[in-house]
């Protein structure tokens, strides 16, 4: 059973940062494009950043210049560095991993708190 497990959520002050994590079960990980979503209550899930197999990025307009998306395919692994925070950015944070033949797998969610 694959397996995604997000950590580094919290609470945190506006103007603060957080890193994200998600470790995979994935067997051959490398070749699965990564990314985080995030959703807030009341709205819809909505995509924050993604990373290809070929460490290709992309960011919503709303998280470009704050937000950072990498992976460590040796360790399975996949980060979201979050600095400057804003209240807006309340949200619980998921994990989805795509393989190239639309197999998606999604993590539980971790919780992140922007506020004083």
């Known amino acids: 059973q694959v397996q995604l497990v997000e950590s580094g959520g919290g609470l945190v002050q506006p103007g603060g940062s957080l890193r994200l994590s998600c470790t995979s079960s994935l067997s051959r990980f490398s070749i699965y494009t990564m990314a985080w979503y995030r959703q807030a209550p009341g709205k819809q899930r909505e995509l924050v950043a993604r990373?290809?197999?070929?460490?290709?990025?992309n960011y919503a307009d709303s998280v470009k210049g704050r937000f950072t998306i990498s992976r460590d395919n040796a360790k399975n692994t996949m980060y979201l560095q979050m600095n400057s925070l804003k209240p807006e950015d309340t949200a619980v944070y998921y994990c989805?991993?795509?393989?190239?033949?639309?197999?998606?797998?999604w993590g539980q969610g971790t919780q992140v708190t922007v506020s004083s």
């Open positions: 990373i290809t197999s070929g460490t290709s990025t």
């Open positions: 989805n991993a795509a393989h190239p033949f639309d197999i998606t797998y």
